[in-house]
């Protein structure tokens, strides 16, 4: 068993976490008293959730990637790595996490399990492995509020490669997660989500890394879900990426562009959030890190527009 330090690529997914629909620059509303908290509270979760998962995946293509890639900066902070077990032909890493991760912003417990066939490497195109979140218990330090995260998901290795080959064997990684978690929040309610998450990386890892998601499922007649299920409040949303989101390790792994759609068809409420404006509300096209980002909500006849600032 081994304690190692882990390098986090940075919050991946950014969107409507911590905001709301009010003290912003508003362009337009057709009714300001319409009552968004339910959308507002859908993205909150959502970015939650799945900075959490995010962050299991990071530490699973850590571990999978072996000896390829043995940086301290590259293990998980405050974990300890079992010895990995083999039964039939899998073999099962074991990550058990016990205190704050590398930026020190939340605290972990529980534990994530990686399985994956014997003499598989996760460098070959196609490799998959599953990776299992066990009563992870996440805990934002800047409020106290914390989540619990049990769930399967498949990864799996699409292009092959491992990240650190960006830039020299390979041009591009794509990654592919497709599963199912529940989450437990504070006040004992919970949410249970689908997920088929594409990520593609290029560029280098030496602070030139771009992440761009895609969301590639099917459901109840919408395509291009990135999640999708029921939240905290019993109703049935899906989330569809519109246009590739685009992120980037130069910006903090801000969104500088893309379209994603947030839809809760029993409410009739919709929000299109699109990436990569200023303060002024004008595209960012210079290169720049854009700082906010816009919200066009619909909720029956009514509708509205907002630009609101990256947390």
């Not at 999978?64 to 293990?75: I, Q």
């Not at 399985?115 to 409020?143: C, D, F, P």
Request: proline share 2%; with cysteine.
């Amino acid at each position: 068993m081994k304690t190692t330090n882990f390098f986090r690529f940075g919050v991946l997914v950014i969107a409507l976490a911590g905001l709301t629909f009010t003290g912003c620059k508003k362009d337009k509303t057709t009714d300001t008293a319409v009552n968004t908290q339910s959308l507002q509270q859908l993205s909150k979760d959502e970015v939650t959730v799945t900075q959490i998962s995010d962050d299991a995946l990071n530490d699973a293509n850590t571990v999978l990637s072996g000896g390829t890639n043995k940086s301290t900066e590259n293990w998980p902070c405050n974990a300890t790595i079992d010895s990995a077990t083999v039964a039939n032909d899998s073999i099962t890493y074991h990550i058990t996490y016990n205190g704050d991760n590398c930026p020190g912003n939340r605290t972990r417990t529980g534990q994530v399990t990686i399985t994956k066939k014997v003499g598989q490497h996760w460098g070959e195109a196609g490799a998959t492995t599953t990776v299992r979140l066990i009563n992870l218990t996440i805990t934002k330090k800047s409020n106290g509020k914390s989540m619990t995260v049990n769930g399967t998901k498949v990864f799996t290795n699409v292009s092959g490669g491992y990240l650190w080959q960006l830039g020299g064997i390979h041009s591009s990684i794509v990654h592919r997660a497709v599963g199912a978690l529940s989450a437990t929040f504070d006040d004992n309610t919970t949410r249970l989500w689908y997920i088929d998450r594409q990520r593609t990386f290029t560029g280098t890892l030496g602070g030139g890394l771009v992440m761009t998601i895609d969301g590639l499922g099917t459901a109840d007649g919408y395509n291009n879900l990135v999640v999708w299920g029921i939240n905290r409040n019993g109703e049935t949303f899906y989330t569809q990426i519109a246009q590739s989101v685009v992120f980037k390790a130069t910006c903090q792994w801000d969104p500088v562009a893309g379209v994603k759609i947030y839809q809760i068809p029993s409410d009739n409420k919709k929000a299109t959030v699109t990436y990569g404006y200023d303060a002024n509300g004008n595209l960012v096209t210079n290169g720049d890190c854009p700082g906010y980002f816009k919200v066009d909500w619909v909720k029956g006849n009514n509708s509205g527009t907002y630009f609101l600032p990256l947390p």
